[in-house]
């Protein structure tokens, strides 16, 4: 059941389609109180709560312990200390002795601060008094989730090639250079599907153009690139260049759809472009024209775009660098008090996204000026709708990939997210595991991280290990920023182990395609913690480094460095595979209870489940080659079991076909079990 309070006038998230029951009197399960003009609300926990949600945010699965600040932020450096993330998702689930859910549907800042200042007290602050409190009851977490997910629509669908390899970094310069990465990638044995190109392919870094100089012959090129199996995927910042003449500038301006100042002038910072105007998300002229402007790159013969630097994330603003040097000015060079020179450091490194610049300029939300600071949370999550309400305009049949850095919750049925500028840090592979069924949870199914880590120097070993993680993730890109040391998978010297790890990803995507298409369409989730499949297990609800990935195995990545394995918590007996290419695997059956699980830096352990199948294609260079019509299957079983497997072309959009489903089935026929399909099964392992 799902109750829904109203507080105040709340601005229009668009996060919630379905249908809540208006409640009545004070908020079902939550205390209410005033403090400084702000409305504030505690529950208190049992002692053994799990507290799951909030989607893109730090430290682990139960939140528990934590300060949380859903404020889209631009923060690379996803310390245990950092409060708020790119994305803003107020949903959690508190689970123990009852279940429960709240969704804070609040367009600007909202704190969580989970048993951090008192143990077993939540408190929740929403920085205004406008906003919509929903309460889900449920049997479990996992009953929750799901009603929760009916009630926010259902997840953006991505195309089938964007499950494949994909490989990015800021930045490919020209033509010559993304050729070289194919050629590398396709002579070494490397499976790949996609390439991306950061900001460097524009002109002036300018959206939606692209350099003549770089690409003299963007359409021919684009297509060269088609030929061998690889989309070129670019990326669409959120600022727009002020330059006399740049269409997109002329138009915007003359139209008055850029976000204003005070005084009605449209508002600037400084981005990659130098002085830029943000385009008015929240308006719904603005989104359709910004929308629109995609179409150029489509019809190019591009397939799949990323969104960017949309919290808004801004370099400074004018107004912030006249402070600063006007606190220069007056600032004492001879002082010997060392708090002096603390607080010049932070002037200095404060010029970036500052919340007095985020509280400077408005919308026009079709007739209603807001303030930024009041929506914030919602530009990136309209500029992503922009983009794929421009795409039912402009391609209604055929799906295009989108995903974005900054987003809230609704912008899950628009595109998916990835999780942002990330380091290479062994803890920020582990965070990526963690946050999985998180973001699942909030409607992001079509997410995964920068594998190898964005900012700081990647190892063979942190790139293999993570590999060996993103080979379960929808999104599966290697991505680094300029400056690092090259981390494509063959800058270590011997390729085998990359192109091995690589190709076990091509023998799973039938099975995880069809578990991301079935998550999405029954508003499930693909990734789940053991306790949402065990709930009657006290152990699996301590488990945070083990995820359930669809609904035939369980994976236990290796996260530490040197490590030569790791303990596996089983709750029930599953067959162990060690993969170490999509070919050559070891098995061994092992019981329920705690194991240590030897995984060399080039293997990648998966748990098949009890009277479950595994089904598996031979691999390939990229998806269009993939070949679906002949499988092995693994199979840990002593009874009849089916499995219904989701195929569909990839590309269109009539999901409702019953048609797309394929049934693999172990069958005991003469005493003997074996595999049935209409597929071709060229091997059965049998377990």
């Known amino acids: 059941m799902i109750k829904k309070y109203v507080y105040g006038n709340p601005i229009p998230t668009n996060a919630v389609v379905g249908e809540a029951e208006n409640g009545e009197g004070a908020v079902q399960y939550l205390s209410e109180l005033e403090m400084n003009g702000k409305l ?12 799951y949600g909030l989607g893109e945010a730090n430290r682990g699965l139960n939140k528990r312990g934590g300060i949380y600040r859903s404020f889209c932020s631009d923060e690379p450096n996803q310390t245990e200390d950092r409060q708020s993330l790119y994305g803003a998702h107020n949903f959690i689930v508190i689970t123990g002795m009852i279940s429960v859910g709240f969704f804070i549907d609040c367009a600007s800042e909202v704190k969580f601060d989970i048993g951090y200042t008192s143990p077993n007290m939540l408190n929740i602050e929403p920085s205004c008094r406008d906003f919509t409190v929903y309460v889900i009851e449920g049997k479990s977490a996992y009953d929750i989730v799901r009603q929760f997910r009916e009630l926010i629509g259902r997840s953006y669908i991505a195309p089938r090639w964007a499950f494949g390899y994909q490989q990015s970094r800021w930045s490919y310069m020209n ?20 390439v991306y190109m950061d900001i460097d392919y524009m002109d002036g870094y300018k959206d939606f153009t692209v350099s003549n100089e770089r690409f003299p012959d963007f359409p021919q090129f684009v297509q060269e690139m088609r030929d061998q199996g690889v989309r070129l995927v670019p990326i669409i910042d959120a600022g727009v260049k002020i330059e006399e ?3 997109i500038y002329e138009e ?29 998300f929240m308006n719904s002229n603005a989104r359709m024209w910004f929308g629109s402007k995609y179409k150029v790159l489509i019809d190019s013969g591009i397939e799949g775009f990323w969104n960017d630097m949309n919290e808004p994330a801004m370099f400074y603003t004018e107004e912030g660098i006249a402070e600063a040097k006007e606190y220069l000015e007056n600032f004492d060079f001879a002082t010997n008090d060392p708090g002096k020179f603390f607080e010049l450091r932070e002037r200095m490194s404060g010029l970036s996204n500052r919340m007095k610049d985020y509280e400077s300029f408005y919308h026009n939300m079709d007739g209603t000026i807001v ?9 990136g999550a309209n500029m992503t709708r922009a983009a794929a309400e421009g795409f039912e305009q402009f391609s209604p049949d055929k799906r295009i990939l989108l995903f974005s850095r900054s987003s809230y919750i609704g912008s899950h049925r628009y595109g998916g997210i990835w999780t942002g500028d990330n380091q290479s840090w062994w803890s920020h592979l582990l965070l990526n595991i963690k946050m999985m069924p998180s973001l699942n949870m909030c409607g992001y199914l079509y997410t995964g991280a920068d594998l190898g ?17 993103g080979i379960f993730t929808p999104l599966m890109r290697n991505h680094a920023a300029a400056g690092t040391r090259r981390q494509e998978a063959y800058a270590f010297g011997d390729t085998e182990d990359f192109a091995n790890i690589i190709s076990i990803r091509y023998s799973l995507i039938p099975y995880l395609y069809s578990e991301y298409m079935k998550a999405c369409l029954n508003n499930d989730m693909m990734f789940r913690p053991l306790a949402f499949e065990y709930p009657a297990d006290n152990f699996a609800r301590t488990v945070e480094d ?14 530490e460095q040197n490590a030569v394995g790791r303990y596996v918590y089983l709750p029930e007996d599953m067959l162990l595979v060690i993969f170490k290419s999509s070919s050559v695997r070891k098995y061994q059956i092992m019981k329920k209870g705690m194991h240590f699980i030897p995984a060399a830096v080039n293997e990648v352990p998966v748990f098949v489940r009890r009277n479950k199948l595994l089904p598996l294609c031979r691999t390939s260079k990229c998806t269009d080659e993939m070949d679906t019509s002949m499988f092995e299957i693994i199979a840990f079983t002593d009874d009849n079991i089916e499995y219904l497997m989701y195929e569909d072309d990839g590309i269109s959009k009539n999901y409702s076909d019953p048609d797309h489903y394929v049934s693999f089935a172990i069958k005991d026929v003469d005493g003997v079990l074996g595999a049935v399909s209409p597929k071709t099964i060229v091997k059965l392992s049998l377990f």
Request: hydrophobic share 40%; glycine share 8%.
């Open 175 to 194: 033509e010559d250079e993304i050729r070289e990465v194919v050629r590398i990638h396709r002579e070494r044995g490397i499976p790949l599907d996609a």
């Open 453 to 469: 880590g964005f900012g700081c120097n990647c190892t063979r070993d942190l790139l293999l290990r993570w590999l060996a993680f």
């Open 546 to 559: 083990q995820l359930m990935v669809g609904e035939s195995i369980m994976i236990a990545p290796v996260y």
């Open 252 to 280: 915007g301006r003359q139209y008055q759809l850029f976000c204003k100042r005070a005084d009605g002038s449209d508002f600037v910072a400084g981005v990659w472009p130098g002085r830029t105007h943000f385009p008015d």
């Open 40 to 51: 504030l609300f505690n529950y208190a926990m049992e002692a053994d709560d799990i507290v």
């Open 371 to 379: 303030r930024h600071d009041q929506v914030h949370n919602l530009y």
């Open 245 to 247: 003449g740049y269409d």
